[in-house]
């Protein structure tokens, strides 16, 4: 078992990449004002943006959910603030948010599997594409920002 928030002590390296890209890690929120504002306004024209209230999507893309015996294609938004929301991408319904804290930890257990831990629940995700490291770097790059920026309890 690998948790990629082990050694947080450590500081990570900034990867980033446009949000549009499922291939990569996304995008950074180490931005001036005026390239957030651009990235809002390019940001304005995608089907997703409804789901961010005003705010950045750092990374999104189609994961599967697991749950029991049910698995269900989901798009997934990692946005600012922080906030992970995941929506039915055929009805473009908000079928639910994965709660942040401190406690929050992700698990990578294949290239394409990866576990997200919060109290009282893990949700199992595959990503088809192969990036659940990318998807597990971002989550953890984002909870430590807004841990140093004292957000998270």
């Known amino acids: 078992m690998r948790r990629i928030s082990q050694g947080m002590d450590k500081p990570m390296r900034l990867q980033c990449s446009d949000p549009d890209d499922v291939e990569g890690y996304g995008l950074s929120l180490n931005l001036s004002e005026e390239e957030k504002q651009r990235r809002l306004t390019k940001q304005a024209d995608s089907q997703w943006n409804k789901f961010a209230n005003g705010r950045l999507i750092?990374?999104?893309?189609?994961?599967?959910?697991?749950?029991g015996l049910s698995l269900k294609v989901r798009h997934f938004l990692l946005i600012e603030g922080p906030r992970i929301v995941y929506a039915d991408p055929s009805s473009m319904e908000i079928k639910g948010e994965i709660p942040w804290s401190k406690?929050?930890?992700?698990?990578?257990?294949?290239?394409?599997?990866?576990?997200?831990?919060?109290?009282?629940?893990?949700?199992?995700?595959?990503d088809k594409r192969g990036n659940a490291i990318k998807w597990c770097r971002k989550i953890e790059e984002v909870k430590q920002f807004y841990i140093e920026q004292s957000v998270l309890r």
Request: aromatic residues 8%.
């Open 58 to 67: 750092l990374k999104h893309g189609e994961l599967d959910k697991k749950r």
């Open 103 to 126: 406690e929050l930890v992700t698990e990578v257990k294949t290239f394409k599997v990866f576990l997200i831990h919060v109290p009282g629940r893990t949700y199992h995700l595959t």
